[in-house]
């Protein structure tokens, strides 16, 4: 996936040793020998590992859109499967899937591949999908200022949440429409349309 690893925390880098002091800790009180070959760097990998899935708290997911000017286009713009990991903040335990997102354009675009950093900077933190729902389709018509915007997430959460326990590969799916969309029937209808495909 490109650019995830621009994405850096670097608080993780400067707190490191207590990080990795705090994990050794946690391993103990569950009952382990932190001594063990297994364990004995598992402290300092999940601090490496901090810095990757975290690394969306050193980004302003606003200023990832990278917005070109396009006067002519004003029909529906599709990205889709765009693949994100995340944590869940209630049990910090990861889910993933993959983003759609849909845009009416009135002026200005985003590049391609700028809309899958933007996915990068809002899914590399502590979120729940239905924010990383909302908070994309908000950037998008805040930056964009686009006639409609469409999101669609699928997620695999390896928790249980708050919802149930669920059979392994079930998907949730959330959705969040801003402007024409949510007047829009038939818009809303290509875009599911297309996502299928
Ligand atoms: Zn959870």
Do not use: W
């Not at 995830?4 to 400067?14: F, I, L, P």
């Not at 994309?136 to 805040?142: L, Q, W």
């Amino acid at each position: 996936m490109a650019g995830v690893k621009d994405y850096v925390n670097t608080r993780v880098g400067a707190n490191r040793e207590q990080i990795e002091h705090h994990v050794r800790e946690i391993l103990k009180l569950i009952g382990e020998d932190v001594e063990r070959e297994g364990l004995i760097d598992t402290p300092a990998r999940v601090a490496r590992m901090y810095e990757e899935i975290y690394g969306g708290y050193d980004v302003d997911p606003r200023d990832v859109l990278g917005v070109t000017f396009e006067e002519n286009h004003e029909e529906l713009v599709i990205v889709k499967d765009i693949v994100y990991y995340s944590q869940c903040e209630h049990h910090t335990a990861p889910f993933f899937g993959k983003v759609h997102i849909g845009y009416i354009p009135s002026g200005k675009i985003a590049g391609l591949s700028k809309l899958a950093r933007l996915v990068e900077a809002v899914t590399r933190r502590l979120q729940v999908q239905e924010r990383i729902t909302s908070q994309i389709a908000d950037i998008m018509d805040e930056v964009l200022k686009p006639q409609g915007v469409m999101v669609v997430v699928e997620g695999e959460h390896l928790c249980m949440c708050a919802r149930g326990i669920k059979k392994p590969g079930s998907k949730t799916v959330t959705s969040a429409v801003r402007g024409t969309f949510r007047s829009d029937a038939a818009s809303r209808a290509e875009f599911l349309s297309l996502i299928k495909e």
